[in-house]
């Protein structure tokens, strides 16, 4: 089934651990990004990536990095996690950056404490 | 700075029409969508408007009017499904999309 793939669905995670979440595209779609969406607040995003092997740095980047070797993954890195980074984070996928219609993965529900 | 304004929450009856409204002021301006959001799901695309007027699919109107940084989604015939949260967003002079805070959508029997 073509789609969009997010994991973990849940997470908890200790204050200052290491996280990467993953982020899987069949659709062969050349744009992909990473959001965060809390309660009250729009989604903001935090790496996009036009196309294998570049990314650039969202609305809210800091203490997130993201890599694009290739086409179908978007792997998000949480090098040391704090508190303020719990939320709900959605990845999503376009066919190409200037495409408003974007396909998102099912959400990762990270807990720091 | 970039804004989308839109309802926290509004509520419906069964059968119903309802209508979303959201506000924009963004740097420039490529288009405005519409997304649906269950709780506790992915948001998933419902419409794209880029020039004035009324854009209809279904039981679900979009409208856009540029000028006066305004759009609405129109639902008609409510169902029970519909209840869920609505997201506005605008894609500004960078291809960037600028999303509103949602309106939850509550539909009763």
């Known amino acids: 089934i073509a789609g969009i793939t997010q994991a973990p669905t849940s997470q908890i995670l200790a204050a200052g651990r290491r996280m990467t979440l993953r982020c899987t595209q069949d659709m062969r779609h050349n744009a992909m990004y990473w959001y965060r969406q809390d309660l009250g607040l729009g989604l903001r995003l935090i790496h996009y990536s036009n196309t294998a092997g570049t990314t650039g740095k969202g609305e809210v980047p800091d203490g997130y990095s993201v890599s694009r070797a290739n086409t179908d993954d978007f792997p998000l890195t949480l090098a040391s996690a704090v508190p303020s980074q719990t939320s709900v984070y959605f990845c999503?996928?376009?066919?190409?950056?200037?495409?408003?219609?974007?396909?998102f993965g099912e959400g990762s529900r990270l807990t720091v404490l | 700075g970039q804004n989308i304004d839109q309802p926290t929450e509004m509520t419906a009856t069964e059968g119903a029409i309802v209508q979303i409204n959201c506000t924009y002021q963004?740097?420039?301006?490529?288009?405005l969508f519409w997304y649906q959001q269950h709780a506790g799901e992915a948001p998933t695309f419902l419409s794209y408007?880029?020039l004035d007027g009324l854009e209809e699919k279904g039981r679900f109107s979009s409208f856009l009017s540029r000028s006066k940084g305004y759009s609405y989604l129109l639902l008609k015939e409510l169902q029970m499904k519909d209840s869920a949260s609505y997201l506005c967003a605008v894609m500004d002079s960078n291809y960037q999309l600028i999303w509103g805070a949602g309106t939850k959508l509550i539909i009763k029997p």
């Open positions: 408007n880029v």
């Open positions: 999503a996928s376009s066919d190409s950056q200037d495409t408003g219609e974007l396909f």
């Open positions: 963004t740097s420039g301006f490529n288009g």
